[in-house]
């Protein structure tokens, strides 16, 4: 199993927690950015930098992705991705988006695009807080735990 991240917008909590599950479970985390990032040395953290562009990085995980393969990413249109490849998908507050929930989350984003298009002032999302934080590291080992009671790594 190897974990993807969407890492041009993803929370540096969220970063610093990968890292170190990598170490310690001895998993490939690989960040996907059309910038350059400085990631930890270590034999399982890499970075790959990919041309700028709408959605080049979203391109290239999903390219990369096999079966059984986590993507760390709030992009929706990327989840929608991973999971029709048979990848899961994990916000970075905790949530995993799913067969069940996705159609939804897509509507939903369609929807508060049309809004903004048409100038409402939608806001945006909470501040990244403690809560976020020890959601997703929850979430995280959670399915690492079941991957690898499955025999899955």
Same mark, same amino acid.
């Given at each position: &199993?190897?974990?993807?991240?969407?890492?041009?917008? =993803?929370?540096?909590?969220?970063?610093?927690?990968?890292?170190?599950?990598?170490?310690?479970?001895? +998993?490939?985390?690989?960040?996907?950015?059309?910038? +350059? &990032?400085?990631?930890?040395?270590?034999?399982?953290?890499?970075?790959?930098?990919?041309?700028?562009?709408?959605?080049?990085?979203?391109?290239?995980?999903?390219?990369?992705?096999?079966?059984?393969?986590?993507?760390?990413? @709030?992009?929706?249109? +990327?989840?929608?991705?991973?999971?029709?490849?048979?990848? =899961?998908?994990?916000?970075?507050?905790?949530?995993?988006?799913?067969?069940?929930?996705?159609?939804?989350?897509?509507? &939903?984003?369609?929807?508060?695009?049309?809004?903004?298009?048409? @100038?409402?002032?939608? @806001?945006?999302?909470?501040?990244?807080?403690?809560?976020?934080?020890?959601?997703?590291?929850?979430?995280?080992?959670?399915?690492?735990?079941?991957?690898?009671?499955? @025999?899955?790594?």
């Amino acid at each position: &199993m190897q974990i993807w991240v969407d890492a041009d917008a =993803c929370p540096g909590a969220v970063k610093e927690i990968l890292y170190r599950v990598a170490e310690r479970r001895r +998993l490939p985390v690989t960040l996907v950015a059309n910038q +350059l &990032m400085r990631v930890p040395g270590s034999r399982f953290i890499r970075a790959l930098q990919v041309p700028s562009g709408p959605d080049v990085a979203d391109a290239e995980i999903v390219a990369r992705l096999a079966p059984g393969d986590l993507v760390v990413t @709030g992009d929706i249109p +990327l989840a929608a991705q991973v999971l029709e490849k048979g990848g =899961c998908a994990l916000n970075p507050r905790g949530e995993f988006y799913t067969k069940d929930n996705i159609a939804q989350q897509l509507t &939903m984003r369609a929807f508060m695009q049309e809004l903004r298009d048409s @100038g409402v002032d939608t @806001g945006g999302p909470a501040a990244y807080g403690q809560s976020d934080r020890q959601q997703f590291a929850n979430a995280l080992d959670r399915h690492l735990a079941r991957r690898l009671q499955a @025999g899955n790594r």
